[in-house]
């Protein structure tokens, strides 16, 4: 073979080289450019240029085998419930609240009443307070709105039996029916259950104490009366409680039961008094056993 001969043959090997690098090449910049069509694509929203498969050969990583865990199959939704909380059976009803600081309770029974309990909440919500209402369920049957209005701004709804009674001379069924029909009364317009309830009158029994715990309602009677039932005088509706008022004194004033223009007038009055006072009015947390 002559020197020319084998120029040649080298020559054409090495363009054969040169090809086959320039075709591997342009393979690669194809499927980037597959790629980042694709990319492009979530955006713009046009088909793909679907890239050609890969050459034959072992994963790139290797496929995790399907967990135990999701092979077995769902026994609910949601997280499981937590166990009901025991509510203690007192002797005695609750007359004060533990709190930090000049604390207070501002409750008021009978109602709703659409003459005033709107009353009452618009002064509260005027200044910021949440408040207690201990209601009759033959009252709150009628009046859903104004149960479903204390719920939106934050107040506690208690139960006060369906239809004011005195408890002591009930039999263990009867008060079953009173607190029971109420506590349905309560959780369809306001949306929960009472936590609460308060008897007519003050009256309580070894009775009453068993079944409003059964309900899961403690009892909350109060530290100051304003006999504003009687009718006093706003003046002196104002003055027992400004009088009365001390940490963790639990106020006793009504929003139903008669004409109860003299308490909404006093609340107007001593409510900012109290706030300027250094009293926080607030509302009682449960304490589960």
């Known amino acids: 073979m002559t020197k020319d001969q084998l120029l040649t043959r080298l020559s054409s090997k090495a363009a054969a080289v040169l090809t086959r690098r320039r075709a591997l090449l342009a393979g690669a910049v194809a499927v980037a450019s597959a790629g980042t069509a694709g990319v492009l694509t979530a955006v713009t929203g046009e088909e793909p240029v679907r890239p050609a498969l890969p050459a034959a050969g072992p994963p790139a990583h290797r496929v995790a ?44 029974d009978d109602g709703p009443d659409p003459r005033y309990t709107p009353h009452i909440l618009d002064t509260l919500a005027e200044y910021d307070v ?3 209402f201990f209601v009759c369920g033959e009252m709150a049957v009628d009046n859903q709105d104004l149960l479903a209005r204390m719920a939106d701004e934050g107040h506690i709804v208690g139960n006060h039996t369906w239809s004011h009674p005195l408890l002591t001379r009930l039999t263990r069924s009867r008060i079953r029916s009173e607190m029971e029909r109420t506590c349905d009364v309560i959780e369809d317009g306001y949306g929960e259950r009472p936590e609460w309830f308060r008897a007519p009158y003050g009256a309580w029994n070894r009775t009453a104490f068993q ?46 039961g008669g004409d109860r223009s003299q308490s ?6 001593y409510l900012p008094q109290l706030l300027d006072s250094g009293y926080h009015i607030t509302v009682p947390r449960r304490q589960y056993t």
């Open 130 to 132: 949440r408040a207690m």
């Open 264 to 269: 909404v007038r006093a609340l107007r009055d």
């Open 211 to 256: 079944l409003g715990a059964e309900l899961g309602m403690e009892p909350l009677a109060w530290t100051v009366d304003t006999l504003d039932w009687t009718t006093p005088g706003t003046r002196s509706i104002v003055g027992r409680v400004e009088n009365g008022a001390a940490p963790g004194v639990v106020v006793l004033s009504h929003d139903a």
């Open 65 to 108: 085998k399907p967990s135990a865990y999701r092979l077995q199959p769902l026994t609910g939704y949601g997280p499981p419930r937590a166990a009901p909380h025991k509510t203690l059976v007192r002797h005695e009803p609750l007359l004060k609240i533990s709190g930090r600081g000049r604390t207070m309770v501002l409750t008021f």
